[in-house]
């Protein structure tokens, strides 16, 4: 019989190098209202059809069986989560799961501020709102939308709502690299973080170049002088934490190409449409959709997520050539799997 990759009574599941998976991102929708350059064509996305995603009910089960494997933390993304009614019901309906302990979410901020007491009734731990550009000209160059004063505004009111706020930002080299300093900025007294994600290839996004955490740094500390690393806890992912002089929230590094943190990945990913992936950068991914709608017990269910932990790579394959199987079997659309 297959040995069990997963522990239960190790408090999570254990991926085939012995890596604990207590961290899932769960995206509710491939649907968005934003076509930001690097992640979603401007026309002719091809939609899944509704009866193909996950229902919240089917997405809750998932969660409920992951939990009780050992997941302990769960974002909520997209697409944009926002779009698909019903997730802040969902998100309360999370939170009341055994073994969950956080409950967080990650948006583009657009339809945040008609949900916000919704999600803060619903009990959200935090929220993510990505945010590339301050400035509106480039906010629509990247987003091909308008809409970044609204952003902006309920940044602002989000934070002074009590949600922890943490704003992402993409640097994308010749765009919006002449105001990553104002973006970061937003940590001097208004969120708790602002993050810089490196641009990862992957569909849309080989159009551009991604400037790494340490020219990103270079860039902030000609601004703000000295960087120091933060000693204390933010977060469950790779973000490289630090402090500036007269800032109350902390700048965040995530850099997974000139940084890799694949040795510390805590991850699993479930699509909307049922697909649970191990790994962003591989085209790995366990059908959980069938078992659920054939009426499987959870121990098939279990089974499923235990393969997908031993089948999780060791590492990302972003560095990997064109043209090479590694970079030919990427996924294409970041915007169906969840960021
Ligand atoms: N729509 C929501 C949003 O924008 O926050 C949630 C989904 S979006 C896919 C999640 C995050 O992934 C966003 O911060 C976005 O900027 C980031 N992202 C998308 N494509 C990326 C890429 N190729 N490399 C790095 N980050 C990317
Ligand atoms: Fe939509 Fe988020 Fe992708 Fe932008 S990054 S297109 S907001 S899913």
Redo the contacts with the bound molecule.
């Keep these: 019989m297959k040995e069990r990759q997963y522990r239960e009574d190790a408090g999570g599941i254990r991926d085939s190098q012995g890596r604990l998976i207590d961290y899932l991102r769960v995206s509710v929708t491939d649907r968005?209202n934003?076509r930001?350059i690097?992640?979603m064509p401007e026309e002719g996305v091809e939609w899944r059809a509704h009866e193909d995603m996950l229902s919240f009910e089917e997405l809750l089960r998932c969660c409920r069986v992951m939990a009780a494997m050992g997941i302990q933390k769960i974002k909520v993304?997209?697409?944009?989560?926002l779009v698909r009614r019903g997730t802040a019901g969902f998100i309360a309906a999370l939170k009341a799961l055994p073994g969950i302990r956080q409950v967080t979410l990650?948006?583009?901020g657009l339809l945040l501020e008609g949900e916000l007491e919704g999600l803060r009734a619903a009990g959200l731990d935090g929220v993510?709102?990505?945010l590339?550009s301050l400035e509106g000209e480039t906010f629509r160059r990247i987003t091909r939308r308008d809409g970044h004063e609204g952003i902006l505004r309920v940044i602002r009111r989000a934070a002074a709502a009590g949600l922890l706020v943490k704003v992402?930002c993409?640097p994308l080299r010749g765009i919006n690299d002449h105001e990553l300093a104002a973006i970061a900025g937003l940590a001097r007294e208004e969120v708790a973080a602002v993050r810089f994600?490196?641009?990862?290839?992957?569909?849309k996004?080989f159009s551009y170049e991604p400037l790494t955490g340490e020219e990103i740094a270079a860039i902030l500390e000609r601004r703000y002088g000295k960087l120091n690393p933060f000693a204390g806890k933010l977060g469950n992912g790779p973000a490289r934490y630090y402090s500036a002089e007269g800032f109350s929230g902390v700048i965040g590094f995530i850099s997974p190409l000139s940084r890799c943190f694949c040795e510390s990945c805590n991850r699993f990913r479930l699509t909307s449409q049922g697909v649970l992936k191990p790994c962003l950068s591989s085209g790995i991914g366990v059908d959980l959709r069938a078992p659920l709608r054939s009426g499987a017990d959870d121990g098939v269910l279990r089974e499923a997520v235990a393969d997908a932990a031993a089948r999780k790579p060791a590492q990302h394959t972003f560095l990997a050539p064109a043209g090479t199987e590694d970079a030919e079997s990427r996924p294409r659309e970041?915007?169906r799997i969840?960021?």
Excluded: K, Q, R
């Design positions: 968005c934003l930001c690097y992640c993304t997209g697409g944009e989560p990650t948006t583009n993510n709102i990505s590339d992402n993409v994600i490196e641009l990862m290839p992957l569909g996004a970041m915007f969840g960021g």
